[in-house]
């Protein structure tokens, strides 16, 4: 049961994103970048990636949830602490420790990872069209919730190597909350976010599995 | 404002109502004049029995209409749905700290509404703290501010969180005149063991409830021990937020309800909530005027009888 509707709810990310522009354009740039430099499999691509979805996490949580969307729902503040703390897990992983190498799809976990990041890049900002507001209400990955925690799930299984379940936590968890609160509002496709997070689980394990194995990460 | 009790044989039915309010001692009794009436005076109205003040039947609630943030085309939507309430003869307005901005946006309503229109304005919020928020006294000034009043008609206990705290606090309030009445609430009938204990131990003026046609378990309880105790009662969820709604989708109107002036569904759940003897008020929720006036249409309609009620509750429960 949620405090808002879906109307209030797109028409608070359409203020949110003309309050901010061109940040959420500059956001799309650089997770498209990200996302080339993994498939280039560029040598800092990691350590570029942590940081830039750790920027994109704290922006989420502090002008998102705790500047804009608290005054809408009251666990607002609760949510930003948690991205930040996701946004302090990236740096410390990716970018301190340099444990977050990126690589081309290898494997099933590496396309689907491919596949969730392009989603939320491309396919979920095209949702707000279904809004009064149109694309002036787009959910944009790096500044918005969803799409930053799809995209950040997307990375996270394009990893070579082990996929850290202490960075996959709150994506995972965060993508049904996702689909919890678009099924609340009404239903409608960004309800399947919660499907990517539970599918996430089983690819991350295996492919965690198929590392130990020694095959390809 | 009194109004006069009806005389009309053939609203049969009200009277009904009224002897069975009759029945309650705790409770005043029914007031209102033949539908249709153009005054606005002439509306459905029940006494708060505490003090026999009267007040419309149906009020407004705010639970997400009203949370609508600083968007000015959506503001400016509520300030007529505001506006159609309070000129149909509304009167109660609810809502709370944990409805967002739904108390600053009904404040900006208020300061574009002149006086005159808001003079009925019956002011109800309540003081909901929680592990963020601790200080209720500081809570209730900023709902104060919020709404720009001076003092809450009524100020409420949130679903009975610390209400140990609060009711104390509100007491003090009421004594020193920044509130004029005291209550506690409940939504989605959680917490009624809890509630029924507050209400046999404490002085309360009103409870808030959930009440509708097919969720009717404060029948048994709440509501005779609110009757036997003096204690207005609200009735939140009236639509079960809307779901009652997708229940009779596409279904025609029963032939009764023709017999109560309802030309909706909305209308026949209405009724059938402020038919209660033992209910004050309704606070229906809407972002819409059209439903506006469909909710404030029941002040003017005859209300069901006691059998009328059993058959409307059989009919949606065998939906």
């Known amino acids: 049961m949620l405090p808002f509707s879906a109307d209030v709810l797109a028409s608070l990310l359409a203020r949110y994103n003309s309050a901010l522009w061109p940040a959420p354009l500059a956001a799309l740039v650089l997770l498209t970048g990200v996302l080339g430099l993994a498939l280039q499999r560029a040598e800092a691509a990691g350590r570029i990636a942590a940081l830039t979805l750790a920027a994109g996490w704290a922006w989420t949580g502090i002008a998102f949830h705790a500047a804009t969307f608290a005054s809408l729902n009251f666990a607002a503040p609760i949510y930003a602490v948690l991205f930040v703390v996701q946004a302090v897990l990236l740096v410390w992983t990716g970018a301190v420790r340099d444990a977050m190498p990126l690589a081309r799809p290898q494997g099933p976990a590496e396309a689907a990872g491919l596949g969730l990041a392009v989603i939320a890049l491309a396919g979920w900002p095209l949702l707000a069209l279904g809004s009064r507001q149109g694309l002036a209400a787009a959910a944009v990955g790096g500044v918005a919730p969803d799409p930053t925690a799809l995209f950040t799930l997307g990375v996270l299984l394009l990893m070579r190597g082990r996929t850290p379940w202490h960075l996959a936590a709150l994506p995972i968890a965060w993508s049904f909350a996702g689909g919890a609160t678009a099924w609340a509002l009404g239903g409608g496709p960004a309800t399947l976010q919660a499907l990517a997070g539970l599918a996430a689980i089983p690819l991350i394990y295996l492919k965690n599995r198929r590392v130990r194995q020694g095959l390809p990460g | ?319």
């Open chain 2, 1 to 319: 404002m009194p109004s006069a009790r009806p005389a009309d044989p053939s609203r049969r039915r009200l009277l009904a109502g009224a002897a069975a309010a009759a029945l309650l001692p705790a409770l005043g009794p029914l007031t209102a004049t033949p539908a249709g009436a153009a005054d606005p005076a002439d509306i459905l109205r029940r006494p708060i029995p505490s003090t026999g003040e009267e007040i419309p039947v149906v009020g407004m609630g705010t639970w997400i209409t009203f949370n609508v943030g600083d968007s000015e085309p959506l503001r400016q939507d509520r300030l007529e749905v505001l506006r159609t309430f309070l000129a149909l003869g509304g009167g109660m307005v609810d809502s709370s700290p944990m409805y967002g901005t739904a108390e600053e946006v009904v404040g900006w309503c208020l300061e574009r509404l002149p006086a005159a229109e808001t003079a009925g304005l019956f002011s109800a919020t309540k003081v909901w703290t929680t592990w963020l928020m601790r200080d209720g006294p500081q809570q209730m000034a900023e709902s104060r501010r919020l709404w720009g009043l001076d003092r809450f008609d009524l100020m409420q206990v949130h679903n009975l969180e610390d209400w140990e705290d609060h009711l104390p606090t509100l007491a003090d309030d009421k004594a020193a005149g920044r509130v004029r009445y005291v209550g506690v609430t409940t939504s989605h009938g959680r917490r009624h063991d809890e509630m029924a204990r507050i209400m046999e131990r404490h002085p309360l003026d009103f409870i808030q409830i959930t009440y509708n046609i097919l969720d009717r378990e404060v029948e048994d309880r709440l509501l005779p021990l609110a009757a036997e105790r003096g204690i207005g009662v609200i009735v939140n969820r009236p639509f079960r937020q809307g779901s009652l709604f997708r229940t009779v989708a596409g279904r025609p109107l029963p032939g009764w309800a023709a017999e109560i002036g309802a030309a909706t569904w909305a209308q026949v759940m209405l009724s059938f909530v402020v038919s209660h003897p033992a209910v004050t008020c309704v606070i229906p929720a809407t972002t819409r005027v059209d439903h506006m006036r469909e909710n404030m249409a029941v002040l003017r309609h005859p209300l069901p009888d006691a059998a009328l009620r059993r058959r409307m509750a059989d009919d949606l429960r065998a939906l």
